[in-house]
Nanobody, 115 residues
Framework: QVQLVESGGGLVQAGGSLRLSCAAS????????MGWYRRAPGNQRELVAA???????NYADSVKGRFTISRDNAKNTVYLQMNSLKPEDTAVYYC?????????WGQGTQVTVSS
């Protein structure tokens, strides 16, 4: 069984920062892609950022220059550093892991940015 445990969400004022973490554990091996998605109320889930095992990264245009994704392969953990947060970043953020053993999702962590 595979578990993705997310942490780091919360309430922050506009312009502030948060750091999300997602640790994968269990019967998971050969992790290729790790990423973060988000779903705001009334919207579809969208990709925020992703990082490959070779540390190539991809970002949504809306977060480029403000968010940074990174990973620790030894710990099977992915991070999302979010700076200069805006009210429109308010959403539930989900961790996603793609490996040879399957694709997995975290339970979601709420990020709320007040104006």
């Amino acid at each position: 069984q595979v578990q993705l445990v997310e942490s780091g969400g919360g309430l922050v004022q506009a312009g502030g920062s948060l750091r999300l973490s997602c640790a994968a554990s269990g019967s998971i091996f050969s992790i290729n892609l790790m990423g973060w998605y988000r779903r705001a109320p009334g919207n579809q889930r969208e990709l925020v950022a992703a990082i490959t095992s070779g540390r190539n990264t991809n970002y949504a245009d809306s977060v480029k220059g403000r968010f940074t994704i990174s990973r620790d392969n030894a710990k099977n953990t992915v991070y999302l550093q979010m700076n200069s947060l805006k009210p429109e970043d308010t959403a539930v953020y989900y961790c996603n892991v793609v490996s040879y053993s399957g694709t997995y999702w975290g339970q979601g962590t709420q990020v709320t940015v007040s104006s």
